[in-house]
């Protein structure tokens, strides 16, 4: 099976900036999206394709994707960021199969 | 508004089975794949399958063939999750999620249904 390895835990302060990584065997060839999740509520997608942001999440979320290693960065971190972020591995040599990253909560103290 | 609408919460004793459903609105049912995902109570999000309702074709993780069945009827464009005989460790929170062919990702998720196993 295909694993994906997160931090359990990123703190940041207002205003900073956090990243968050994601680690998996040549993850750079695999198109790798975000979710944040807030508590009791469903999981919402941040970032697709790497580096792409859906309409309506803000320009402080941004992505990117390299050899075994994608990042999620938020810019500017605000209070309500505070949640639990997932990333995603989707193959195109195996389409229709995914597998989501051990997840992130990231504090904003 | 696109929207996936599941059904509401379960509870079940050990051994039963269960169906639970997820209905597509909005857009074209047909067109998109929706994937079922579980969350037990304080831990990460698990991928258990997919299924595409234009033509029927499913996907499961290895984690979770055998263990569940994936379905979808196209002509109410509803998805469905079930097992046939459920143990306490299936308690948890399940979503379905559209999952965007140009997005690669899920892009609209359903509101989850929690799922209770206990004696």
């Known amino acids: 099976s295909y694993d994906l390895t997160q931090p359990p835990s990123v703190s940041v302060s207002p205003g900073q900036t956090a990243s968050i990584t994601c680690s998996g065997d040549k993850l750079g060839d695999k198109y790798v999206c975000w979710y944040q999740q807030k508590p009791g509520q469903s999981p919402v997608l941040v970032i697709y394709?790497?580096?792409k942001r859906p309409s309506g999440i803000p320009e402080r979320f941004s992505g990117s994707n390299s050899g075994n290693t994608a990042t999620l960065t938020i810019s500017g971190t605000q209070a309500m960021d505070e949640a639990d972020y997932y990333c995603q591995a989707w193959d195109s040599s195996t389409a229709g199969y995914y597998v989501f990253g051990t997840g992130t909560k990231v504090t904003v103290l | 508004e696109v929207q996936l609408v599941q059904s509401g919460a379960e509870v079940k004793k050990p051994g039963e089975s269960l169906k639970i459903s997820c209905k597509g609105s909005g857009y074209s049912f047909i067109s998109y794949w929706i994937g079922w995902v579980r969350q037990m109570p304080g831990k990460g999000l698990e991928w258990m399958g997919i299924i595409y309702p234009g033509d029927s074709d499913t996907r499961y993780s290895p984690s979770f063939q055998g263990q569940v069945t994936i379905s979808a009827d196209k002509s109410i464009s509803t998805a469905y999750l079930q097992w046939s005989s459920l143990k306490a460790s299936d308690t948890a929170m399940y979503y379905c999620?559209?999952?965007?062919?140009?997005?690669?990702?899920?892009?609209?998720w359903g509101q989850g249904t929690m799922v209770t196993v206990s004696s």
């Open positions: 394709q790497d580096s």
């Open positions: 999620a559209r999952g965007s062919p140009t997005e690669n990702a899920f892009d609209v």
